[in-house]
C-alpha cells in the first residue's frame, strides 16, 4: 500500500521568506503521481502543483516549486517569498491507481503553515 | 467554468437519522470521488465513480453508500448516523477516464456534517 509522511506537523515561517514543507512517501509502483493541496480554514481543497515520476524536470507553479528527489522517495513543496494568505493547512497526497483504471489519492496528515508578519 | 459545488454546506443530524450530501462535478468531469476529513483520521477516500458506476470503495461499513447520475451529479448517502461521523465530506471531480489529463483532481468547499 502506498503511504505519504508528513513530519512537520507545524511550521512557521516570517513573511516575505522561503520555506519548505516535507513530504515523503513509499510505493513500490514505478509510475505514479504526487500532488501539493493547500486547505484553508474554510475547507476547500486548492490544487497546488503535481510531479510525475516521470517528469525529468521538478515541478514548478509561480511562487511553489517541488523539490523532488526520486532516490530518496521525498518530494517537499518549497514557497518562496511567503505571504499571510499562504497560512493553512498543507496536504501532500499520492496518486493510486487500481486495474480497473480508478484513481484516488492517499494524503499524509498535514502540515499547519503559520506566516507571521 | 464553474468549479466544484457540494450542498448543503452544513449540515446537523442527531444519531440513527440519515443523510445525504450532494456533488455537481465540473463541466465535463466524468469521475467524482468522495473523501472523508477528520482530525483523527485524516483524509479518508470514501468512493469513486465514473460513468454512474462506482469504480472504487475505501475501507467504510455498508452505512456509507453513493451513487452517480447520467449528468455525472454523484449523492453519497450515510444511514444510522454515528457522532464519529461528523467530518468534512469533500467530493473531487477528474478528468480520468475521459482522454485528458488525469491526474488533477478538482475539491469543492465540502460539506460539514455534525452529528449530535
Known amino acids: 500500500a502506498q503511504k505519504i509522511t508528513q513530519t512537520q506537523p507545524g511550521m512557521f515561517v516570517q513573511e516575505k521568506e522561503a520555506v519548505t514543507l516535507d513530504c515523503t512517501y513509499d510505493?513500490?509502483?514505478?509510475?505514479?503521481?504526487l500532488f501539493w493541496y493547500k486547505q484553508p480554514s474554510s475547507g476547500e481543497m486548492i490544487f497546488l502543483i503535481y510531479?510525475?515520476?516521470?517528469?525529468?524536470q521538478n515541478a514548478t507553479e509561480g511562487r511553489y516549486s517541488l523539490n523532488f528527489q526520486k532516490a530518496r522517495k521525498s518530494a517537499n513543496l518549497v514557497i518562496s517569498a511567503s505571504q499571510l494568505g499562504d497560512s493553512a493547512m498543507y496536504f501532500c497526497?499520492?496518486?493510486?491507481?487500481?486495474?480497473?483504471?480508478?484513481?484516488?489519492?492517499?494524503f499524509g496528515k498535514g502540515t499547519k503553515l503559520t506566516v507571521n508578519p | 467554468k464553474a468549479g466544484v459545488t457540494q450542498t448543503p454546506r452544513y449540515l446537523i443530524k442527531t444519531r440513527g437519522q440519515q443523510v445525504t450530501l450532494s456533488c455537481s462535478p465540473i463541466?465535463?468531469?466524468?469521475?467524482v470521488s468522495w473523501y472523508q476529513q477528520t482530525p483523527g483520521q485524516g483524509l479518508q477516500f470514501l468512493f469513486e465513480?465514473?460513468?454512474?458506476?462506482?469504480?472504487n470503495k475505501g475501507n467504510f461499513p455498508g452505512r456509507f453508500s453513493g451513487r452517480q447520475f447520467s449528468n455525472s451529479r454523484s449523492e453519497m448517502n450515510v444511514s444510522t448516523l454515528e457522532l464519529g461521523d461528523s467530518a468534512l465530506y469533500l467530493c473531487?471531480?477528474?478528468?480520468?477516464?475521459?482522454?485528458?489529463?488525469?491526474?488533477?483532481?478538482?475539491f469543492g468547499p465540502g460539506t460539514r456534517l455534525t452529528v449530535t
Open positions: 463541466s465535463g468531469h466524468r469521475s
Open positions: 510505493t513500490s509502483d514505478p509510475s505514479y503521481g
Open positions: 510531479q510525475g515520476s516521470y517528469d525529468q
Open positions: 473531487a471531480s477528474s478528468l480520468a477516464g475521459s482522454g485528458g489529463p488525469s491526474y488533477e483532481q478538482y
Open positions: 465513480y465514473f460513468s454512474e458506476t462506482q469504480r
Open positions: 497526497a499520492m496518486r493510486e491507481i487500481t486495474q480497473g483504471g480508478s484513481e484516488k489519492l492517499v
